[in-house]
């Protein structure tokens, strides 16, 4: 990648108009960089040593091919190793077991041996050869580079043995390095195979089986029991219980019933559902996942940024103090050249970067698609950090805390009114509404089996609520100020009124020309495991909670009191909130601001950074945020801030790692002591490690992990 930005960079005008796909082995020409030819990209990638085609959407990836190549010439360098090996054992009869792995010939090396050493180098550094040319070219030193002049200078002073190791290890770590990145892809690939190829589409000739892509927005398909939903739709009929586990992580399926809607990649319980497509197989919410992870290593982790600085510095360093160990000790103390120019040479090898440089980008990908796989969808490398640094964490209240759904708590009637005759009346004044404190009476009424009695001449007050006429009498339904400003306000319900929203509730007050007649009260129910999941967050580092809410203050207190919020900041317009933001990331290092994605847009984009929730349902949630969460599940938030600390840790563990086994080789390299393939086997080994270290993040565990 720094190869490509070196090279193509200048010609697109600069190395911040390309993004690169670290997956498939794609790179990207912004539209900020203009109209430039292909011909001319092609021309500055191939200056490079590799080559290019332009992408086709669908096609395999570049790399699964060119993985099988490295297979085969890796398994061919390593089969002429162990045939160069099998001579020298048969041809070096007597010797003892030190001189034979010393490569100790009295009489010369046979020809057999050398062919196949040769053939050895020439397979093994079959894809490094070109690129440390034109590394050499461009005077841009890189691990290819060091390798070549390994090897060369192995076979210059008849180490052939050793520059056959170095060239098959090497041939190794790379194949190591594409396969690893191949296993982090087909994670992310693994999603594709949630949604079946086929849907079984019902129109009027019947019953037929269609290729999910080819099925248009509003035709109707047909899920049996067991099966996979293929698209994105909306039950018409049919009731079931769907798994929606593989794109949410929820682990208890959801009941699903006419007019809820379903997505593909879910899994249907028993019952035979109808449903109508909503979006094509391109638009669906598991393709806008898949698309969203396969893309977000473009926005790369501040560490992943550092790795590529410091190998950057660190490789033409590592040449310089390769030639220093080659002159200084002869000039200074007399050394011999033969052997301290190996030592140079020893120290090339084990300074190559590659564990080091793999780590990372492997650790981020697994990282990225476990948490795909445990319905959070984290939009780029760098917000896979920043939850491990989280100290403050703003939230709206509504829809977050709160199931956002307000239900009626109380009726209360007064003015010798009973209750039945008091929702009738606020029925028949709230059917045509479509005010969600109108929903939430409506659905308390049909709870009650209570029917509206229709009103006439209904209509609405604006600022105020609204009035109708009950046989010949008008009533009216609206909040405590508009009854205040009737002039029929009373102490007595004064006092209850305070009562109920010091309770956090919202109250409407019905009345007529004459007196009041009674109390409804609403309010936002609170999610049971919001308690829990504060406690959780406070647990895991997070000095202060906060909730921003446009709601009253009497009511954000009451929830913040019962749920465990540090500081409410209530009664805000958006602007306001976005304020508050601004004072929360003068106090603490690192914010979040979780909300839905739109209403809380401005907010989230002024904090460190934003969580969604909801996201399957909201094209706008995924948009807006930078980490989304599928579901309205507010765990998923403490579970987030552990998965960041442990893929952090991981990171962390195989730099440490890396750099430590380097640190070693060379210090054993500068007593004289270390072998070239023994540091290249160390290399090798190194890179094993901090690659199956990375891929542990794959079997991320899912909440409460």
Not at 77 to 96: D, E, K, R, W, Y
Not at 463 to 489: E, P
Request: aromatic letters at 6%; one cysteine or more.
């Amino acid at each position: 990648m720094a190869t490509l930005k070196s090279a193509v960079g200048p010609v697109v005008g600069g190395a911040a108009h390309l993004a690169f796909d670290v997956l498939n082995g794609r790179m990207t020409v912004l539209a900020s960089a203009g109209s430039i030819q292909s011909a001319t990209i092609m021309s500055a990638i191939a200056a490079t040593g590799m080559r290019a085609e332009l992408w086709q959407e669908g096609a395999p990836p570049a790399k699964d091919a060119r993985l099988a190549e490295q297979k085969l010439f890796t398994a061919l360098s390593g089969l002429f190793l162990l045939a160069g090996f099998i001579v020298h054992v048969m041809t070096s009869p007597g010797q003892s077991f030190l001189e034979i792995m010393g490569f100790h010939h009295p009489e010369g090396m046979p020809l057999a041996e050398q062919v196949a050493l040769i053939l050895s180098v020439i397979t093994g550094a079959r894809f490094v050869a070109i690129k440390a040319w034109y590394s050499l070219k461009r005077m841009s030193p890189d691990m290819n580079l060091l390798m070549m002049v390994a090897v060369a200078g192995a076979l210059i002073i008849g180490e052939w043995f050793e520059a056959a190791t170095v060239a098959f290890l090497f041939a190794l770590s790379l194949m190591l390095e594409s396969w690893s990145v191949g296993r982090a892809r087909n994670a992310v690939s693994a999603l594709l195979d949630l949604a079946p190829p086929l849907v079984r589409v019902k129109d009027a000739i019947g019953e037929r089986e269609m290729k999910a892509a080819d099925v248009p927005v509003g035709s109707r398909f047909i899920v049996r029991g067991g099966d996979r939903i293929a698209l994105d739709g909306r039950i018409v009929s049919g009731a079931s219980a769907v798994n929606q586990a593989p794109i949410t992580g929820e682990s208890i399926p959801v009941g699903k019933e006419p007019g809820d809607e379903v997505f593909a990649g879910t899994i249907n319980g028993e019952g035979l559902l109808e449903v109508e497509s909503t979006k094509p197989a391109t638009d669906t919410a598991l393709a806008r996942i898949i698309r969203m992870v396969s893309d977000a290593h473009s926005r790369r982790a501040e560490v992943e940024q550092w790795v590529e600085r410091f190998a950057r510095v660190y490789t033409p360093a590592v040449m310089v103090l390769s030639l220093l160990v080659f002159v200084l000790p002869p000039l200074l103390f007399g050394g011999e050249w033969r052997t301290w120019f190996y030592n140079a040479l020893v120290l090339l090898v084990i300074a190559c970067p590659c564990a080091l440089v793999i780590s990372t980008p492997v650790s981020i990908v697994a990282a990225l698609a476990s948490a795909a796989r445990n319905g959070v969808l984290i939009k780029g490398g760098t917000f896979i950090e920043l939850p491990s640094k989280l100290k403050a964490l703003a939230m709206d209240k509504t829809g977050t805390l709160t199931k956002g759904e307000p239900q009626v708590t109380h009726v209360i009637p007064l003015s010798g009114h009973d209750e039945k005759e008091l929702l009738q009346r606020a029925g028949g004044l709230e059917a045509r509404s479509s005010h969600p404190l109108a929903d939430a009476i409506m659905r308390y009424m049909k709870d009650k089996g209570v029917a509206p009695i229709e009103a006439e001449e209904v209509k609405l007050l604006p600022g105020q609520g609204v009035q109708g006429v009950f046989n010949g009498k008008t009533y009216w339904l609206g909040s405590w100020r508009y009854a205040v400003a009737r002039g029929q306000a009373t102490d007595a319900v004064a006092a209850r009124i305070g009562e109920l929203e010091q309770a956090g509730a919202t109250t409407v007050v019905i009345g007529n020309d004459e007196h009041l007649c009674g109390i409804v009260a609403l309010a936002d129910t609170i999610r049971p495991e919001a308690k829990a999941i504060l406690s959780a967050l406070h647990a895991e580092g997070i000095k202060e909670v906060v909730m921003l809410t446009g709601d009253n203050r009497t009511a954000a207190e009451s929830i913040a009191r019962q749920v465990g919020i540090d500081t409410v900041r209530a009664e805000l317009l958006p602007e306001q909130k976005v304020a508050a933001i601004d004072e929360l990331t003068k106090r603490h290092p690192m914010v979040a601001m979780i909300g839905d994605g739109v209403n809380d847009a401005p907010a989230m984009a002024r904090a460190n950074f934003g969580i969604a929730m909801g996201a399957i349902g909201s094209d706008a949630a995924i948009e807006t945020a930078d980490i989304a969460l599928m579901t309205d599940d507010l765990s998923k938030v403490p579970w987030l801030v552990r998965h960041s600390r442990r893929a952090m840790g991981i990171i962390r563990q195989n730099i440490v790692f890396a750099l430590g086994v380097k640190a070693l080789f060379v210090t054993l390299t500068v007593f004289g002591i270390a072998t070239m393939w023994g540091a290249i086997a160390a290399d090798v080994g190194a890179s094993l490690l901090v690659v199956g270290n990375a891929l542990r993040l794959l079997n991320g565990k899912t909440q409460g992990a």
